[in-house]
């Protein structure tokens, strides 16, 4: 189930990442070629841009690939380093669980706005938002399992 969903988040930020790039191509070809521009080429670029952001902030938490600063804890002693690691990623469960929160009121907070190109309503382009931060939850949560099964004292037990 969740190399489901991290399959279907890595496609989903890859196919935003190609919508971006054609748009980008077709708004530069139309900008310098026909002195036209279609006004959804931008909007629909940056909402493209987002959604990959986002997904891949959810994917990079999956992966153990998220930025780190790990100088300090790999000069600590095992036990130390683990109690640093989990508490960090305590730490991100924790502001995780709050965005998905707000996440999920934002885009009811959207609905009667509409976005100033497309005129559509805003809750379409919200609605990565508890996608993504509730992969990113579900993600570190899974994390810190591994994590709390991984403790260095475990062999001792």
Request: overall charge positive; hydrophobic content about 55%; some cysteine.
């Amino acid at each position: 189930m969740i190399s489901l969903l991290d399959r279907i988040l890595r496609n989903a930020a890859a196919l935003c990442l190609l919508v971006l790039f054609v748009l980008i191509v077709l708004q530069v070809v139309l900008r310098y070629g026909f002195g036209f521009t279609p006004f959804f080429t931008e909007e629909i670029g940056r909402y493209a841009l987002v959604w990959g952001v986002l997904i891949g902030t959810a994917v990079a938490v999956h992966s153990g690939e998220h930025i780190k600063v790990t100088f300090l804890q790999e000069r600590m002693s095992a036990r130390r380093h683990w109690i640093i690691q989990f508490g960090l990623e305590l730490i991100c469960l924790v502001v995780f669980a709050v965005l998905a929160r707000a996440s999920v009121e934002s885009v009811s907070f959207a609905e009667g706005q509409t976005s100033d190109g497309l005129q559509i309503s805003l809750q379409y382009p919200y609605a990565i938002l508890p996608v993504a931060f509730g992969s990113a939850f579900l993600f570190n949560l899974l994390l810190l399992k591994a994590t709390w099964s991984a403790r260095p004292w475990k062999s001792a037990e």
